[in-house]
Every structure is written in C-alpha cells, then in structure tokens.
C-alpha cells in the first residue's frame, strides 16, 4: 500500500484555484482531503465547494440564554439576598429586570460567540502549520493529499490549470 | 402627430457630468501584496515631527491627568468646582461626551455592515479603535467623579462582609452593566477583524519584540476555510448584536437624567435624542481622526478618498437634521407647556450669564454642519469636513455641558442655586483629550488601521460594466 503525501498548490486568484480543484475532484480526491487557504473568505460555491460548517452561532445563543439566566439571577436574586426599597418600586421590579437582562443576555451571546470563534477555530494554536505566506499577499493555496505514487501526475495537472506552484506541504513555523 | 423632448437648458459636457470611477478605491485595485508593503510601510516609518508629538502628548497626560488625578486623590474632591447645588460637573459631560465619540465606531462598522455600504471598507478599524479608546475614557471620567477610585469595585455584585449590594433600581447601576457590556463587546469587535490583518503582519515582520506581538495576537490564523466561515460568522453576529447594545448604552446614558424629576430634565425624549447626539459628535470626530490619518500616514491618501468623506459628510448631515428635530421635540413641548420651572430653566439656558455657550451649540451644532455639508464638493474636502467635525464637537461638548451643570444650576429650591465654576476638572479633561489621541497615536504604529482584508475582498466585488457609452459600477455579493 502506497503511503500519502500532503502537497500545496498556490494560485494566482479564484478562476485558476476554482479550476485546480476541479482537477483534483476529476482526479479522485473528495472535499474532505483537501482545504483551502485563502487571504480573504471566499465562498465555497465560488471554487466548487461545500460551505464550511460552523458552530459559532450556536455557541453564541447558548451564551446569550447562559447571560439571560445571569441577568434573572442579578436582578430577582440580589434582593433576596439584600432586600432594598426603593420608594414606590417592587423588590422584583420587571422595567429593570429587562434592563439587566437584555445587557447580561447580549454580553452572554456575543461573549460567547467570540469565545466560540476561538474553540471552533483551534485558536490560539502556535504549533507549526502547513503555510506560505504569499497566501496573506492574495495567493490562494490548495492544500491536499495525494497517493505519494501519483505526485507527478498530481502536479501536472494542477500546474496545467494554473497553478504557480506545487510543492510538498512543510510545517513551518508561522 | 410629431413627438418631441423638451431640451436642457445648458447642456454640460460630458466630461463635467461623468465622474470617473476609478478615482473609488474600489475600483483602483493594487495587488494585495503591494496594498500590505504600503499599510506596514505607514506604520513603521516615523518621523521626529511624530515623536515631537507623542513626547508633547506624553508631558500633558503626565501633568493633567496624572498628576492632577493624583492631586484629586489626596486632596479630595474638594478641589473639583462640584458643589451645592451643581454636584455633577464636567466629569460627568466627559462621561456623557467621550460614551458619544464610542458611538461612531460601532455605528460606521456595524450598521453599514449590515447595511452592505462598501465605502466604509478602509475606515471600519480607525472607526472602531475610536469607540474602544472612547470608552477608556469614559472610564476614566466615572472613576474621577467617583473621587474615592479605589472603591470602585462596590459596584460590582460580589458577596462582602459589608453586605452592601448594588442597587438595580438604580439608573447608575444600569449605566454602569451597560457601559461594561458595550466595552466588553466593542473590545472583541474591535479584534475580530484584526486577525487576519495581524497574520499579515507577522507574515511580514521578521523578527523581534513586534513579530512575538504579532505571532500571539495572530492566534495562528492561516485562512483555511473553516477559519474564515467561524470569523465573518462571528463577525456578522456581533455586527447585528452590537446595533441594540449601542443604543441601549446612550438610551440608559439619558436615563441618568430623565429618571430624576428635575426641571429640564424629566424628558421622554431623552434616549433617542441623547443616542442620535451620540452619533452626532462621533462621526463628527470620525472626520476629524480620517483627516489627521490622511494627513499624516504614509500611503493612506490611497486608501482614504475624497468618496469617504463624502460618505461620511451625508451622514454628518443626516444626523444634524435629525438632532436638530430633536433637539425642537426636547425644547418645544416644555416651552409650551408653561410650567413654571421648565421655563426658568430654559429663560437662564437663554439669557442667562451662560447665554452665549447656547448660541455657539446651535451655532455649532445646525449652522456649520448645514452650512457646508449640503454641497458635494464641500463635504468631500477632507479640511473642510474636519473643520466641521470639530465645531460639532465643539457644539455637542457645549450641549452636555449646558444639560448637565448648567441645568443643576437652576432648581425648585432658589436659595440654592449658584453658578459653576470648574477646579481641577479643567486639568483633567485636557489630559484625557490628550491621552486618547496619544493612544491613537501609538495604536498607529503597531495595529494596521487600513483592513487589508476587507479592502482587498472589496476589490474583488467590484468591477465596471460597459453599458451604453458609459463604465458603470456593479457589485457581485462574493459574501
């Protein structure tokens, strides 16, 4: 059994990329075995794609019914706690309680939404990773593996379609 | 039966009428690598003339804040001018004041976020550090006032032997969670956008103090697929969540005053007129803060163009209108209701000793702005529009100041009343003015102000269309 190796092609823009990754689909490689690495979003339609799957929005409103449950509990707990009355005004007032809610609610959801961001990410993570840094200059980079037999074929075609470059990925420290 | 238009009048030549849209940054595209060699060329070449600066700014925060916040603390506030009756002076207008400049940054970024205005592209970051710095400030004026500062953390809701807890009832305390939040949220919105920029930057920084900066604040951030979908995810998010944050900030701000019962004060147009007085004075500094960046900043007369002036001049003006429509709803119905107080208060704003700081608000704040920004090329001059900016603020400082020491002045009990005259305030307040441009300035140098990014993808969405004789603009939603 042959054993696989990780390439990385970088294009010039999105029509030679979107045709690079055409070439690898042809070729047999699934979405699954290949990423790409791009100094802006771009959308997954775009180079034939699906669209990458995130749970940041999710995280977030976990954090905003986490921060509506914060704020309940600040406003309806700390009277119990210590009574004060204030002229003419309920200990549990609703008006306030909305106040406090609806700020400890969207500092949960968006508190969350960054923190999942991070989680979701991998991030912060220093370790060394497959990357050149023409990619930050505009450079689209295509990131894939390869039966270790077949590289020339591999590189040949995306060479073809486009490709500036193709080389073995190295983890490097960014 | 024969058909016929009417002709113009005066037919301009074409050439008056078309303006050519490669002059907008978006259709002016330079390679990326080339726009990141310019954004960090812009921060790492400084002059003498920008350390003469930085060392003047550095004296006048040592001397008026430090040193004077030092005196406050030993002396006592004593030595600020509040007394009876006006015991909220000038570091409360600050507060009031600096919260309004926050305004700008989340309004310039994240309601023409959402509203897909492209020309906000390059001035998003300047915009955002402007609420972040702001609110730093803003900070700083509550500690002042509090005068005991190290007792601050009795607000918090921590369990203590005292047991002495926060008041919810309160308005102060509601300003205070809602200050806190916004700082909070503008902080990690400030940052979001900044990663890729800040992996930019490392990837361009060989070495030393500035590439370790780089490196952490980079988070390891390559681009992949999943790391994009995750941050404009999460930047989408913040952008629609941040919108009833800010307004709730400056509404809550209002109700500091509305909720006491004071002549002047009890208004049930407060909020939305202190938030749009918010963003009256915040994108006023907006124009000030691009124009200084333009000026000074290496390369950015590219980034920044006459359009996002001009951008940002319409909403000057819009925004005056609508204050000014406020500013009628506050003064009108009090007028005509003729109670008692309520006209004292405005007789003394009037024709009081303090009469003039009136004139030149309204002065200030509806003459200028509609002065110039009605007039295209006018709004489009960068000077022009600073120059503006800064009579605004001028005008908004002025209004804040007559809302609040002027307007404890007068109340329901006249043998109380007396005039205020600001101590140690004055000392202070220079000093935070001083500071937040001195943060600024050092921000300059090591966080690039110009998303790249964000001005590249731009770039990629535009491009023109031949239609007829003309090149017209078109927009493809790459989003």
Known sequence: MSQSITLLAVFEGMEPAAEGIEKLHDLGLNDDEMNVISGIPVKGSILGRPSAITYVSRIGMFGAILGMSFGIFLIYGIPYLYPLLVGGQPIFPVPQGLIITFEMTMLGLMGFAFIGMFVDSGFPSYTPKEYVSEISDGKIAVLFSCPDNDQKKFVDVLIKSGAQSVAPAEARQL | ?479
């Open chain 2, 1 to 479: 039966m024969a058909t016929y238009a009417k002709p113009l009048s005066r037919p301009k030549p074409h050439t008056e009428e078309h303006e050519d849209p490669r002059e907008m940054l978006m259709h002016d595209p330079l390679p990326r690598g080339k726009m990141n060699e310019m954004v960090m060329e812009s921060m790492h070449e400084t002059s003498w003339k920008f350390w003469g600066v930085t060392g003047f700014l550095v004296f006048v925060v040592l001397t008026c804040l430090v040193y004077a916040w030092y005196r406050l603390i030993m002396d006592g506030l004593g030595i600020a001018g509040v007394n009876r009756p006006v015991f909220w002076g000038i570091f409360l207008v600050d507060v009031v004041f600096w919260i309004g400049i926050s305004h700008a940054g989340t309004f310039i970024s994240a309601i023409l976020r959402v509203l897909k205005v492209e020309s906000r592209r390059p001035f998003t970051r300047a915009a955002e550090l402007m609420t972040t710095f702001g609110l730093v400030q803003a900070g700083f004026s509550v500690f002042m006032h509090m005068g005991r500062v190290w007792l601050a953390y009795w607000m918090a809701p921590i369990p203590n032997e005292r047991m002495i807890w926060p008041n919810f009832h309160s308005p102060l305390m509601w300003d205070f969670m809602a200050i806190s939040t916004y700082l909070l949220c503008s902080t990690m919105y400030l940052f979001l956008p900044l990663i890729p920029d800040m992996a930019m930057a490392r990837d361009r920084t060989q070495e030393g103090w500035l590439k370790t900066f780089y490196k952490i604040l980079a988070l390891g951030f390559r681009g992949t697929e999943g790391e994009w979908k995750n941050l404009t995810t999460a930047m989408n998010l913040f952008a629609f969540a941040i919108i009833p944050v800010m307004f709730s900030v400056h509404t809550i701000v209002s109700w500091d005053f509305a909720m006491a019962s004071r002549p002047g004060w009890a208004s049930t147009v407060f909020g939305p007129y202190f938030v749009i007085g918010a963003l009256h004075s915040g994108m006023a500094a907006v124009a000030i803060v691009l124009f200084l960046l333009r000026s000074t900043m290496k390369h950015y007369k590219y980034f920044i163009r006459p359009e996002h002036f001009n951008t940002i001049g319409m909403l000057m003006f819009l925004v005056s209108m609508a204050w000014a429509y406020f500013y009628l709803n506050d003064y009108i119905v009090p007028w005509y209701g003729g109670n008692k107080w309520d006209k004292i208060v405005q007789e003394f704003a009037e024709k009081g000793p303090l009469a003039p700081l009136w004139y030149i608000m309204l002065f200030c704040n509806i003459v200028v702005p509609w002065a110039v920004l009605w007039n295209k090329k006018w709004r489009s001059t960068p000077w022009l529009l600073a120059i503006t900016g800064f009579f605004i603020n001028i005008g908004m400082w002025l209004e804040r100041y007559i809302i609040i020491p002027e307007g404890l002045t007068i109340n329901r009990m006249p043998f109380t009343w007396r005039l205020y005259f600001p101590g140690v305030e004055v000392a202070l307040t220079i000093g935070m003015f001083a500071l937040f441009f001195l943060l600024y300035m050092l921000a300059s140098r090591i966080i690039p102000l110009i998303p790249v990014w964000e001005v590249q993808e731009g770039q990629e969405s535009h491009m023109l269309r031949k239609i007829g004789k003309a090149e017209i603009p078109t927009l493809s939603d790459l989003e």
